[in-house]
């Protein structure tokens, strides 16, 4: 990474003088153990310190994003998860049927189609085909209800629903159909009871485990790693933040996000270790 | 549909636009009362003009009738690259979406007309001595800020004072490196006294990074500015939005509401432009160029400008200093072909220096370098280069850049030269790349406001910018030497033979002037042609409207 945060911020017109002025008030021309103990120092008490790159704090800068990564997030999880998991048992209660190859090809597809030739697809047909709607997220989201502000991110949420849900479909097939191939179930199917309900009350509970494991991965990528997204419909969220620090060299930013994720990532997990446990009882007695 | 260019339209010998304010004002009212062509002509005949005369300013008269500014409405601009960097401190601007969003908010000592004049602004008038060292800035004295105070002559020496001394973090401090002191003679009056004569000062000081703050200001989380928005929200990498400020000396802006943000990706900008979710955006790629033009009510808004590509041959190293070698790449580039090919005609040739049409100094007389491949090659055969490899290292920093060089490697090995384009990325570049010491690097530079300002920056042996590391006391004397010279014939002269001087002797192979193209709506008006920046110059806010509103 050449440059520092100086540097980039007075760009091609840098020199020395104004290099070494502009260092001094950031902080830069201090020793990097120092810089960072201090950083650390602060950060520990709730600091997270002023933005190298910016005129204001470190805090505000995410303050002014986390609301429109939060209401994607949570938009898309709250439609594109509930629907690819049930698309997901469905094909794994029919599997090798017309419909369970229909599904898999488009989730196979899905995979292989990067986020920005999805959202861009989806802008010609709905936007620019059907006149609906507009090609980037405009304006702010203060004072909207629920349905505004799924008309406000309607298209990004539609591009990770699809984004989400090729995993999503794929992995609960697989997870399901790697529980029926199972003694049990082979026991159930002899006793005669109907394929839905062995997979719906003994297949899908065991497979709970892998499901939420698999939704906790996604639900952290929606937080951190929605960057195509953010910049293809140009709303400013955490993923664009800490891209931008990269390239403004600001690490007190990149610092304070990494942390976020970090957490984010690490509570998320937790969430689904507790949810696996809760759900398989062989798990709370260890051998 | 059209395609706006920076074009005057005079009609006949005597037009509208000379009439004084107080006439244009009565005018205008009695054509609004219903007067029509016939009488507005008789009583202009009467007054002793001729009927070509009177009818000319008649029609001129009607058109700005017709352009007079409705208030209301809302416009959204979107600019390219944001983020946390995005600052409201005048001093530390550097992109073109610091420049609009600084005009929103600040003012300056004068203002930049669309020819690259200036007229006063802050300043009501500005007086220089004889030879241009001293210079007398009358302020007006009732200015008032956003936060309710009155502007006086402490606030434009804060001002000044932030572009001045050794410490200074200014990205406009070369333009002001002369003065040497200000002195505060009243109230409402300074003089600032100069190390050398500088005739081009006010232009200066009206270029983005001079816009006037408020004494003692130094935190800029918001704008306390004099100009016609106020801020009503600002986050960096968010948006900008600007509400008029009534109260504003030269008249509130005429928007209810200005947003500006960044969309970074240039399709999406695009989409969004062509969708009608953004009101104005910049650069177009030239390639959108016909989707635009082929759009209903969205237009091409392009300024001619002296912004310019460049493939930089540092003097101070070899190959690069090989004066054949030089010669031969700048017969093989084809620069017509990068012009109408690459920036789909939204630019003009360049000629191996830095001053192009744009600029008041530029001199027709210079010949154009042709492609002329025989003549390359007896260059090259002359250099002794050979068949060893020369790489340029390229970075699409400006549209065409990249594409510049691959024009160059593909007219080059017709003659036989080994050339190699070595592509990285722009992130950096400034600070990793250029004048770094490699032997061939591209650039761009965006106008300067006088050909003085240009040449003294990239091409002063002492200058820190000096990109070719090009020495040559001859240039640097008369450079300076041209800062005092009044007579029109000989500046004109002097500017010819310093621009020879680099085109001859430099080290720069500059293909290509690039316009500023943006879009805007049909509905936008109130544009501005200044070529120094996107958006007309960023000169625009204050003077933009909707026809709809």
């Known amino acids: 990474m050449p440059g520092d945060a100086a540097q980039i911020r007075l760009g091609q017109n840098a020199d020395e003088d104004s290099l070494r002025a502009f260092r001094a008030e950031l902080g830069l021309d201090k020793p990097l153990y120092y810089q960072y103990l201090n950083w650390l120092f602060n950060f520990v008490q709730g600091d997270f310190g002023m933005s190298l790159s910016s005129d204001y704090p470190t805090i505000q800068l995410i303050r002014d994003r986390y609301e429109n990564t939060l209401v994607v997030s949570l938009l898309t999880a709250a439609i594109g998860i509930p629907i690819s998991v049930s698309l997901g048992i469905i094909a794994a209660m029919f599997p090798g049927t017309i419909y369970d190859r229909i599904l898999t090809l488009g989730s196979v597809t899905l995979v292989a189609a990067p986020e920005f030739f999805t959202a861009t697809l989806l802008v010609l047909f709905f936007v620019f085909f059907l006149d609906i709607g507009s090609a980037v997220v405009v304006g702010g989201i203060e004072g909207k209800n629920i349905f505004q502000l799924l008309a406000h991110f309607w298209l990004p949420v539609m591009t990770l629903c699809f984004v989400i849900a090729s995993q999503l479909i794929r992995m609960t097939r697989a997870a399901v159909l790697n529980v029926m191939s199972s003694p049990y179930i082979e026991m159930a199917i002899l006793k005669g009871i109907p394929r839905s309900r062995i997979v719906i009350r003994h297949a899908l509970l065991n497979s709970i485990g892998p499901i939420v494991n698999i939704i906790a991965l996604n639900l952290a990528y929606l937080v951190t790693g929605v960057i195509v997204v953010e910049v293809y419909f140009g709303y400013s969220g955490l993923a664009t933040l800490i891209v931008q620090g990269v390239q403004t060299r600001d690490f007190i930013l990149i610092q304070a996000l990494g942390m976020i994720f970090c957490c984010t990532y690490v509570i998320l997990m937790i969430i689904a270790d507790v949810a696996a446990i809760v759900s398989n009882p062989r798990l709370r007695h260890p051998k | ?549």
């Open chain 2, 1 to 549: 549909m059209k395609t706006y260019k920076n074009s005057r339209g005079v009609v006949g010998n005597f037009s509208y636009d000379d009439l004084r304010p107080h006439e244009k004002e009565g005018l205008i009212t009695a054509i609004k009362k219903g007067a029509t062509r016939r009488e507005v002509m008789g009583w202009m005949m009467a007054a002793g003009a001729t009927v070509a005369t009177a009818g000319s300013v008649f029609t001129g008269a009607s058109a700005a009738f017709a352009a007079t500014p409705k208030r209301g409405g809302k416009i959204i601009a979107a600019g390219d690259q944001h983020g946390p960097k995005d600052t409201l401190d005048p001093i530390l601007n550097t992109a073109a979406i610091d420049y609009f969003r600084g005009r929103m908010f600040y003012n300056k000592l004068v203002r930049l007309k669309d020819d690259l004049s200036w007229e006063p602004d802050i300043a009501s008038e500005v007086i220089p001595n004889a030879d241009a060292t001293n210079w007398t800035f009358k302020l007006r004295k009732d200015i008032e800020w956003h936060n309710g105070k009155t502007l006086d002559a402490d606030d434009v020496i804060y001002t000044l004072e932030r572009h001045l001394g050794k410490d200074t973090k200014s990205n406009g401090k070369a333009l002001v490196s002369m003065i040497k002191d200000i002195h505060k003679v009243n109230k409402h009056e300074i003089m600032l006294h100069l190390d050398s004569p500088n005739a081009d000062l006010p232009m200066a000081l009206g270029t983005f990074h001079f816009s006037v703050v408020q004494n003692g200001v130094d935190k800029f989380d918001t704008a306390i500015g004099t100009g016609p928005y106020k801020v009503k929200e600002f986050k960096p990498g968010v948006r900008t939005i600007g509400v008029p400020f009534a109260n504003c000396f030269s008249g509130a802006g005429y928007l209810d509401e200005i947003e500006h943000y960044g969309i970074g990706d240039p399709n999406a900008r695009l989409a969004a432009f062509l969708n009608g979710d953004v009101d104005m955006m910049v650069n177009v790629d030239p390639k959108a160029i016909p989707e635009v033009e082929k759009a209903e009510g969205k237009d091409i808004w392009t300024v001619e400008s002296g912004r310019y590509l460049s493939i930089v041959c540092h003097q101070g190293v070899d190959p690069s200093n090989n004066r054949d070698l030089i010669r031969a790449m700048q017969l093989c580039i084809n620069r017509k072909r990068i012009v109408k090919g690459d920036l789909k005609g939204m630019g003009s040739l360049g000629n191996d220096q830095p001053i192009g049409s744009a600029y008041f100094d530029h001199s027709k007389d210079l010949e154009q370098r042709p492609l002329d491949l025989e003549k390359a090659k007896y260059h090259f055969n002359k250099s002794g280069v050979g068949n060893t490899e020369v790489e340029i290292i390229a970075a699409e920093v400006a549209p065409g850049a990249v594409a510049q060089c691959e024009n160059l490697q593909r007219e080059a090995k017709k003659i036989g030269m080994n050339l190699r384009v070595k592509k990285v990325t722009t992130d950096g570049y400034w600070g990793a790349v250029w004048m770094q010491g490699s032997p061939f690097n591209v650039t761009t530079w965006n106008m300067r406001p006088t050909a003085n300002i240009m040449l003294t920056l990239a091409y002063a042996s002492s200058s820190k910018w000096n990109e070719t590391f090009w020495k040559s006391d001859k240039f640097d004397n008369d450079l300076v030497a041209v800062r005092g010279v009044t007579d029109a014939g000989k500046r004109k002269q002097m500017y010819h033979d310093l621009q020879e001087d680099i085109n001859m002797n430099g080290g720069s192979i500059t293909p290509a002037h690039l316009n500023y193209t943006d879009g805007a709506a049909s509905y936008v008006k109130g544009l501005t042609f200044c070529p120094l920046n996107n958006f007309g110059g960023a000169e625009s806010p204050p003077y933009l409207w909707r026809s709809d509103a």
